[in-house]
């Protein structure tokens, strides 16, 4: 072999090396994400303002938003006293308000309408809708929205926001999950009767669980549906995933976890067993779009 071969037979011996290097460093999508929001960054773009402090933890905003197939957005809003937020109209999105702390000003289409802590709204497609803060103490309202498929056909929204308060639902028992977990269920499908608020287009569930010291609501899976856990007092393990063993991975989890679990993948929470160990998790379920919902 000549030199000019011995060259050639070089060039694509290191060719084929660095295309070896480059699969292996490939970036596989994970099957579930976790943030500690208390430590997460604000981040800028059109729903922030000089004094609407957006913190994307899933979806619109998060470096890894590509994996969210139905939940565009899941994140804390802080406004700070007297601040207020740009004005926000969907027409194929539905969104929920969750105000974690302080006092707010709901504005919906032509009204205003206030909330207090703990109380949740369900904001249809086509409203025109923002939130201000009046007060002088700083204003946490959690953000999510989901996209509505385009097989799904809309209605025309209401005149008026249902609000209803976190301490007004009641608890109660869930078939098929343990009885050390109580269910407060507070948003669901237009077409169910048995959440707080019966409005919503692509969100299948949107509830509180309270689990007692040592409960647990089983390790399981949703096929055909991402999920989210947000911490909001107390301290466990987060189940995410597992092994081919059945085994489920475990993870220490405290107040400000946040987890989001693509479809199939494992998810479920022990609770500590302690004497009055209490933990409450917010969690949201949406369906992914199937190929026939495809935009």
């Known amino acids: 072999?000549?030199?000019?071969?011995?060259?050639?037979?070089?060039?694509?011996?290191?060719?084929?090396?660095?295309?070896?290097?480059?699969?292996?460093?490939?970036?596989?999508?994970?099957?579930?994400?976790?943030?500690?929001?208390?430590?997460?960054?604000?981040?800028?773009?059109?729903?922030?303002?000089?004094?609407?402090?957006?913190?994307?933890?899933?979806?619109?905003?998060?470096?890894?938003?590509?994996?969210?197939?139905?939940?565009?957005?899941?994140?804390?809003?802080?406004?700070?006293?007297?601040?207020?937020?740009?004005?926000?109209?969907?027409?194929?999105?539905?969104?929920?308000?969750?105000?974690?702390?302080?006092?707010?000003?709901?504005?919906?289409?032509?009204?205003?309408?206030?909330?207090?802590?703990?109380?949740?709204?369900y904001l249809p497609p086509g409203v025109k809708h923002s939130i201000a803060n009046l007060s002088d103490q700083p204003l946490r309202v959690l953000v999510i929205g989901c996209k509505i498929p385009a097989s799904v056909s809309i209605s025309s929204p209401a005149q008026q926001p249902k609000i209803v308060n976190l301490n007004d639902v009641k608890e109660e028992t869930v078939d098929g999950h343990p009885t050390s977990v109580l269910y407060k269920l507070l948003l669901g499908p237009r077409t169910g009767k048995r959440d707080a608020i019966d409005e919503a287009y692509a969100i299948t569930s949107f509830f509180w669980m309270d689990f007692a010291p040592g409960g647990t609501n089983f390790p399981h899976h949703h096929e055909t549906a991402e999920e989210i856990y947000l911490v909001i007092d107390g301290h466990g393990e987060m189940v995410a995933g597992g092994g081919m063993d059945g085994v489920e991975g475990r993870h220490p989890a405290r107040a400000g976890d946040a987890y989001y679990f693509r479809p199939n993948c494992t998810v479920g929470f022990y609770n500590q067993n302690k004497p009055g160990a209490k933990a409450h998790i917010l969690a949201l379920r949406s369906p992914i779009p199937l190929p026939k919902d495809s935009d």
């Open 1 to 121: 072999m000549g030199a000019e071969g011995a060259k050639l037979k070089t060039l694509l011996l290191l060719m084929f090396m660095a295309s070896a290097l480059m699969a292996q460093e490939r970036k596989v999508d994970p099957t579930w994400l976790h943030r500690y929001v208390p430590e997460m960054s604000e981040s800028g773009g059109d729903s922030s303002s000089a004094s609407c402090h957006f913190k994307p933890i899933f979806g619109e905003g998060d470096k890894e938003n590509g994996i969210l197939r139905s939940v565009t957005r899941f994140s804390e809003v802080t406004l700070d006293a007297h601040g207020s937020c740009p004005a926000k109209l969907y027409d194929r999105e539905e969104e929920i308000y969750f105000v974690l702390q302080g006092n707010a000003v709901l504005h919906y289409g032509a009204g205003t309408n206030p909330m207090r802590s703990n109380d949740f709204v």
